[in-house]
């Protein structure tokens, strides 16, 4: 049939679906931040973490406290006890707190944590402060083997006489591309064997938070900052460590936000509509299993040929 036939099935059969809804014991939350054309909207989502299904996918044209409150009052049920999942944003615990009073748990995600880290640092850093920086990364994963090349490095440059800037420039040039190759080959290799970095046990972490606390004056104004911050914020980073099933992450729903609104697409879309519908779409593909499809095309092709011949 043709493309308006095509295009009118497809919305109606878009429009029918439903997301599940079930009792969520771990749930996630993110938003994302399409374009409507050059007008910007915000997705609240919320994923089921055991079964990485979407409870709710929803477009709106703000994230404001109340707009956050309502959908999740609206979605999930306030009078039963959650884990919820989320980033880093200062708003979460309030809302949460008014929602669920003392019935939620929240994890803030240690991915989401770890970025701020590296922003705070910037782009173009010396090798004092790379090294700074995967202390602070050392807080919750284990990160010795970077700053033992970071080291080593840092040893090699104290023992160097330079004799122009431009030279000093150009070894620092090539020793930070010998520290990045580095991190490529263990990223590789860890991703080869299935295996995620090493997290650090609950006392810990706690200890070289203290110990870094305690050499404060040593790091930049924002890296201080930043200490204090996970200080403060303990619990909601440390959940994890005594929930079962709960995860230090975000990266399921991360995941499920680079499949069903990749980045290049989501600022392309024209209208509430295709947004949703790209939206929805994802959705159905994880419920009705069109991500795993028991028969590929080849598959298909083959009988056919085989039917003709």
């Not at 989320?86 to 944590?113: A, E, M």
Request: glycine residues 2%; aromatic residues 12%.
């Amino acid at each position: 049939f043709g493309k308006d036939k095509a295009i009118y099935l497809f919305n109606e059969a878009i429009e029918q679906f439903s997301y599940s809804q079930e009792n969520y014991a771990v749930v996630q939350y993110d938003e994302q931040h399409p374009k409507e054309g050059r007008c910007q909207k915000f997705r609240l989502t919320l994923l089921n973490y055991k079964t990485k299904q979407p409870i709710a996918d929803e477009l709106f044209d703000n994230k404001d406290e109340a707009t956050i409150e309502a959908f999740l009052r609206k979605h999930l049920d306030a009078d039963k006890e959650i884990v919820i999942i989320t980033d880093c944003d200062r708003r979460y615990p309030s809302i949460f707190k008014r929602v669920w009073g003392n019935k939620v748990i929240h994890q803030k995600c240690l991915l989401h944590l770890n970025k701020l880290v590296v922003f705070d640092f910037g782009k173009n850093v010396s090798l004092l402060n790379e090294y700074n920086k995967y202390l602070i990364l050392n807080i919750f994963y284990n990160r010795e083997k970077e700053l033992n090349f970071l080291k080593k490095l840092l040893q090699k440059q104290g023992k160097k006489s330079f004799a122009s800037a431009k030279e000093k420039k150009d070894w620092l040039k090539e020793a930070k591309q010998k520290f990045h190759e580095y991190l490529r080959n263990m990223e590789n290799t860890r991703r080869r064997n299935g295996k995620n970095l090493t997290q650090r046990k609950l006392f810990k972490a706690e200890d070289i938070l203290n110990e870094l606390l305690e050499q404060k004056l040593l790091f930049p104004q924002k890296a201080r900052k930043r200490l204090y911050m996970i200080k403060e914020n303990w619990e909601y980073f440390t959940a994890f460590y005594h929930i079962k099933d709960c995860p230090a992450t975000n990266n399921a729903l991360e995941n499920f936000y680079s499949t069903s609104l990749k980045t290049h697409r989501k600022k392309q879309l024209r209208s509430d509509k295709g947004i949703i519908n790209h939206m929805k779409l994802s959705a159905i593909k994880r419920a009705t299993d069109m991500l795993d499809p028991k028969e590929t095309i080849l598959d298909i092709y083959s009988a056919i040929r085989a039917v003709i011949s």
